[in-house]
């Protein structure tokens, strides 16, 4: 069974610049959320979609955005991007009405640096 | 503000030595989730308990929960070097999905 893919693995980005990130869920699962890890900050929530809209979201800038398409891929969106981004991003994915009693699988992430 | 807050940040020990890990919580949850992150890589799940006194072991792992207290601990019996790793707690808010993650807590083990 597949799991929770993202793409790209690794990506330089300029300040200034904008960047997409996709994560395809493990198949079945509707609930994707994302997640920015950094040394400095630990892992913080960013937003959770289900059904293609977005239940929860993190307390970040407007910068960050994301989607969810009527496949449960799911992309995120960082514009304008400042060095303080440089980070792993990851997804992560659950079956809807299971998610608490198993958790969320997690992706092996995205490692973005800005330079 | 909801905090999760872990202790150790840091652990070193000996193998064969047994410690405990511990995740303290602001909010009301009675969903408590532990992983583990190898470097570079993802998280792995490890445990998920779902109510008060739970109680779940995985080999040389065993973590439990108590709701009231608003504490749940990771217990390492006879560490080895492959239980090298940083591990995280996380509480699931009730009526949310999003995890609120503990600081991490890095432990390696010295042969």
């Known amino acids: 069974k597949a799991g929770v893919t993202q793409t790209p693995r690794y990506l330089i980005k300029t300040r200034g610049q904008q960047v997409t990130l996709s994560c395809s869920p493990i198949?079945?699962?509707?609930?994707v959320s994302w997640y920015q890890q950094t040394p400095g900050q630990g892992l913080q929530f960013l937003f959770e979609?289900?059904?293609?809209?977005?239940?929860n979201k993190g307390n970040f800038p407007g910068r960050f955005s994301g989607r969810q398409f009527s496949n449960s891929r799911s992309e995120m969106n960082v514009s304008t991007l400042e060095l303080g981004d440089s980070a792993l991003y990851l997804c992560?994915?659950?079956?809807?009405?299971?998610?608490?009693?198993?958790?969320?699988?997690f992706g092996s992430g995205t490692r973005l640096t800005v330079v | 503000e909801l905090k999760v807050e872990q202790n150790p940040l840091f652990l070193s020990m000996q193998e064969g030595k047994n410690y405990t890990i511990y995740c303290n919580y602001s909010?009301?949850?009675?969903?408590l989730y532990w992983y583990r992150q190898d470097p570079g890589k993802s998280l792995e799940s490890l445990f998920v308990?779902?109510?008060?006194?739970a109680v779940k072991q995985e080999g040389r792992l065993m973590a439990s929960l108590d709701t009231k207290a608003r504490l749940s601990t990771l217990h390492i019996t006879a560490a080895v070097h492959d239980l090298s790793a940083t591990y995280f707690c996380?509480?699931?808010?009730?009526?949310?999905?999003?995890?609120?993650f503990g600081t991490g807590t890095r432990l390696k083990v010295l042969a």
């Open positions: 992560a994915s659950s079956l809807v009405f299971q998610g608490p009693n198993y958790g969320y699988t």
């Open positions: 198949s079945g699962h509707r609930s």
């Open positions: 979609y289900f059904s293609e809209t977005q239940r």
């Open positions: 909010t009301t949850s009675d969903r």
């Open positions: 308990l779902l109510s008060n006194g």
């Open positions: 996380a509480v699931l808010p009730s009526g949310t999905y999003k995890y609120i």
